[in-house]
């Protein structure tokens, strides 16, 4: 069955860096598109980026651009977030989730929440 | 800036109540819409794609509907495990923008 695992999380200091990994099985990694969405505190859902199944385009949302870099690595079958000059603000749990053409996002991970706080 | 407005944010309901959560879009978008279902302390559950397509093992009592601008989730006949928080989200090869989520409460 699709697993998406999340690791890496944890409380980080502000403009400190941190990187996440989603580690895929279940399913052909190599042939989807990648997510990550991220949910603060009582609030809703966020995206962030996307990479393509080739790892060739990489999209942002604004609040993340120039921060966050997506890449994946399909010989592992693993998908990482790299996460730069963390702010407050930073603060939620972050998913994994596939991307399946027109399909929407139908597989999630379960989440790793990071904290960014002094 | 595209943007996705869900409506309303809280929705009061009761078992059997047939309910409908909307979704507006700011300029015209494709027919690439789909639903979340998300319980506290889970991850987001795909419920509908493509605007109307339900998503296998999500029960029929779900459907969704729209074009162009305007979107929405019905269910039919609300169940005791329906009462969650619904997410719209237009999506597409570069994107996928949520909406603020709808809160379905126990009336």
């Known amino acids: 069955q699709v697993q998406l695992v999340e690791s890496g999380g944890g409380v980080v200091q502000p403009g400190r860096s941190l990187r996440l990994s989603c580690a895929a099985s279940?399913?052909?990694?190599?042939?989807?598109?990648m997510h990550w969405v991220r949910q603060a505190p009582g609030g809703g859902l966020e995206w962030l980026t996307l990479?393509?199944?080739?790892?060739?385009?990489?999209y942002y949302a604004d609040s993340v651009k120039g921060r966050f870099t997506v890449s994946r690595d399909n010989s592992k079958n693993t998908l990482y977030l790299q996460m730069n000059s963390l702010r407050a603000e930073d603060t939620a749990v972050y998913y994994c989730?596939?991307?399946?053409?027109?399909?929407?996002?139908?597989?999630w991970g379960q989440g790793t929440l990071v904290t960014v706080s002094s | 800036d595209f943007q996705v407005t869900q409506s309303p944010s809280t929705l009061s309901a009761s078992v059997g109540d047939r309910v409908t959560i909307t979704c507006r879009a700011s300029?015209?978008?494709?027919?690439?819409v789909a639903w979340y279902q998300q319980k506290p302390g889970k991850a987001p559950k795909l419920l509908i794609y493509?605007?109307?397509s339900l998503e296998s093992g999500v029960p029929s009592r779900f459907s969704g509907s729209g074009s162009g601008t305007e979107f929405s989730l019905t269910i039919s006949s609300l169940q005791p495990d329906d009462f969650a928080t619904y997410y719209c989200?237009?999506?597409?090869?570069?994107?996928?923008?949520f909406g603020q989520g709808t809160k379905v409460e126990i009336k």
């Open positions: 989730t596939r991307g399946g053409y027109d399909h929407g996002f139908d597989f």
């Open positions: 279940g399913f052909t990694f190599s042939i989807y598109a």
């Open positions: 990479i393509s199944y080739d790892g060739l385009n990489k």
């Open positions: 300029q015209s978008i494709s027919s690439w």
């Open positions: 493509k605007a109307s």
């Open positions: 989200q237009q999506y597409n090869n570069y994107s996928g923008t």
